[in-house]
């Protein structure tokens, strides 16, 4: 994991939004290693490698998706959608967003439009995924936040946004089902192909 804190940068006059611009702008100039996954999390910059295992995990449930939702679903991975609080431009393993949705005049997803997200953990950007990414997730209002962690072999649902909480928590083991009939998705999403690290 590489950390960048750009604390540092003045950029006082701009808005919360043409910051991140800047700041991802800075990025798409730097030699970012290939592999790696790019984020800003309350203003730092998170840089994380992809791994095999963290890559099945999404394709299985990116595929799990298409399955229920057809192949027209509008499921993306890592790709930026800023979300509430202090520089959050976060890229999501997964994000299913609305039928309905379309992107906004700067060309990006809008966060209330997120149905679905589901991150697979890595060892070195955990601590975001568990605290800052779920809190801005429960204050967009996305219903149903996954985590999948390889490392333990559990999946971890949070459903019922309040504020910038979820009231509701379900863990699965890898291999069992997750039942999210009762969520906005309306899926069971099988886990027994997870891989693990």
């Known amino acids: 994991m590489t950390v960048v804190d750009i604390d540092r940068i ?6 919360n939004e043409q910051t991140l611009d800047a700041m991802f702008e800075m990025l798409e100039n730097m030699p970012v290693p290939e592999g790696y996954k790019v984020e800003i999390v309350g203003g730092s910059i998170f840089m994380s490698p992809q791994r095999d295992t963290h890559w ?21 991975s890592d790709v930026r959608i ?8 976060f890229c999501p393993d997964v994000a299913k967003v609305a039928d309905s949705a379309s992107r906004n005049a700067h060309g990006q997803w809008n966060p ?10 890595s060892k070195s950007t955990a601590a975001n995924d568990y605290g800052p990414k779920k809190a801005a997730y429960a204050a967009a209002g996305v219903p149903v936040y996954l985590i999948a962690d390889p490392y333990t072999g559990r999946c971890r649902v949070f459903t019922h946004p309040k504020s910038d909480e979820y009231t509701t928590e379900l863990t699965v083991t890898f291999g069992d089902e997750i ?10 999403l099988k886990t027994d192909k997870f891989p693990r690290d």
């Open 10 to 15: 003045d950029m006082a006059d701009e808005s």
């Open 179 to 188: 039942n999210l009939t009762a969520t906005e998705l309306g899926l069971v």
């Open 82 to 89: 800023d979300f509430p609080g202090h520089l959050n431009g």
């Open 112 to 121: 209330e439009d997120v149905e679905f997200i589901a991150e697979v953990i």
């Open 56 to 76: 099945e995990i999404i394709r299985r449930i990116v595929r799990a998706l298409e399955d229920e939702f057809g192949r027209e679903v509008k499921v993306k």
